[in-house]
């Protein structure tokens, strides 16, 4: 079965100190991965994806993102966080042989940032 | 933000009423979903359309209905509302593609007492 998880339902982070939420996922074939962030009272935005290519994706908000297909990971991550990070974040994954052309995701349950001043 | 409206954004009503929800885009994208999120679930997906009347059943579609007579609106229908139906409730769309991230609205918070 098609399935992502992540590891942490929080993460606590310094103002200024790198930042890694964690995602793993497991699908058959090449996989689509995607990460959004959600404020409170707000829909998920899109930060990035990796669909295919170098396995440093750079997105939205000084974010970037490592695939890793021997790990099957793709963790996000901010070389320094601010305290304006602080918010819900969600992996995504699409495979293949899961939704095809209708673009279904399937997601993570989700990692609580907090990022102390 | 993608032009994605969800109306109402809060509903409270009682057991065994219907309720409708409603999606609009302004973006004249092909594909539109619906999720409900859930602490601890993450976001779970319930229907899914794929053009104007064709939609397709989700993980978690058991006492939801929905409908897509125009591109642009989108309705999840709660045909006789149950408690466990309690949740915050997103739209979403994507452009076709299969590499198009989805966006999201902002979400129908719905109470059922």
């Known amino acids: 079965a098609q399935s992502v998880a992540q590891p942490e339902d929080q993460v606590n982070v310094a103002e200024g100190n790198p930042l890694t939420v964690k995602c793993t996922y497991s699908?058959?074939?090449?996989?689509?991965l995607f990460w959004y962030v959600q404020y409170p009272n707000r829909g998920l935005q899109f930060l990035l994806k990796?669909?295919?290519?170098?396995?440093l994706v750079k997105g939205s908000y000084g974010f970037e993102a490592e695939f890793n297909k021997s790990q099957t990971s793709f963790h996000l991550k901010k070389p320094s966080a601010l305290v304006s990070d602080s918010a819900l974040y969600f992996c995504?994954?699409?495979?293949?042989?899961?939704?095809?052309?209708?673009?279904?995701?399937?997601f993570g349950t989700g990692t609580l940032l907090a990022v102390q001043p | 933000d993608a032009g994605i409206t969800q109306s109402p954004r809060h509903k409270v009503t009682e057991t065994g009423t219907p309720v409708t929800l409603r999606c609009h885009q302004t973006e004249n994208h092909r594909y539109m979903y619906w999720y409900r999120q859930d602490p601890g679930h993450g976001l779970r997906l319930i229907h899914y359309s794929y053009g104007v009347k064709d939609t397709d059943k989700g993980e978690v579609s058991d006492g939801y209905s929905v409908s897509r007579s125009k591109t642009e609106d989108f309705l999840l229908t709660l045909e006789s509302a149950t408690s466990s139906q309690t949740s915050v409730y997103f739209c979403a769309i994507s452009p076709a593609g299969s590499n198009q991230p989805q966006h999201f609205g902002d979400g129908t918070r719905l109470s059922i007492l």
């Open positions: 990796y669909i295919t290519g170098d396995n």
């Open positions: 699908v058959s074939g090449n996989p689509y």
């Open positions: 995504a994954v699409r495979a293949p042989n899961y939704g095809g052309a209708t673009n279904k995701l399937i």
